[in-house]
């Protein structure tokens, strides 16, 4: 069975500092991971998924991820947030079809 | 491409009433997701299809709601009679693959408040 964990449901972070957003999964064979964001008001967009090959992903709008299998964790990086990074992200792994974690808003402070 | 096309983007009803939601997927593309999501809930996944046959259903709450898949290019999801706690936000999804890592694209939704 697959399933992912998102620490923390708000993430609050001043613009231009470092964005962290946590996903833990638990997967019993090698899994396929995603991160989507929904902006208010619209349906969720990728912004990078891990298939198997580089473990550190590179995404849109500045964004990457690190798969560590010895840490069965998939977080979601950006150096250095903007205002409009202001958004609901979420996490999510494939096996015989998805499941997404529960989603993390993330507020940019001006 | 146009991306997957969902309508009504907001539906308003009375409790006790049929709704019918409906989804266009990306052409090309053989598979189609049903999403539910909520505050209390967050995003769940209520069916799919592979090449118009639902695959898993095991998501869909109760006998009120209904998909079909009649052809390649359009899907429903009903609900009769609707009730208060079936207000939701309704997204469907499509990918080029059931399985593997291809990319779920979704729609942008259907606000769905029942009264």
């Known amino acids: 069975a697959q399933s992912v964990t998102q620490l923390g449901s708000h993430v609050s972070v001043s613009e231009g500092a470092l964005v962290l957003l946590r996903c833990n999964y638990s997967?019993?064979?090698?899994?396929?991971l995603f991160w989507y964001v929904q902006y208010p008001n619209q349906g969720l967009q990728l912004l990078l998924k891990?298939?198997?090959?580089?473990?550190l992903v590179k995404g849109i709008n500045g964004f990457e991820a690190e798969f560590k299998k010895s840490e069965t964790s998939f977080h979601l990086t950006k150096p250095s947030a903007h205002m409009s990074d202001a958004a609901e992200y979420f996490c999510?792994?494939?096996?015989?079809?998805?499941?997404f974690g529960t989603g993390t808003s993330l507020t940019v402070i001006p | 491409d146009a991306g997957v096309i969902q309508s009504p983007r907001h539906e308003v009803t009375e409790m006790g009433q049929e709704v019918t939601l409906r989804c266009k997927p990306i052409?090309?593309?053989?598979?189609l997701f049903w999403y539910r999501q909520t505050m209390m809930r967050g995003l769940e996944l209520l069916i799919y299809?592979?090449?118009?046959?639902?695959?898993?259903d095991s998501g869909m709450p109760e006998d009120r709601f209904s998909a079909k898949m009649p052809n390649a290019s359009f899907s429903t999801l009903k609900i009769q009679p609707s009730e208060p706690r079936d207000s939701a936000v309704y997204f469907c999804?499509?990918?080029?693959?059931?399985?593997?890592?291809?990319?779920?694209?979704f729609g942008p939704g259907t606000r769905l408040t029942v009264l």
């Open positions: 052409s090309g593309h053989n598979s």
């Open positions: 997967s019993s064979v090698p899994p396929y």
């Open positions: 999804a499509s990918s080029s693959s059931g399985v593997g890592t291809d990319t779920q694209y």
């Open positions: 299809f592979n090449n118009n046959v639902p695959i898993d």
């Open positions: 891990y298939t198997s090959a580089a473990t």
């Open positions: 999510a792994v494939r096996g015989n079809q998805f499941y």
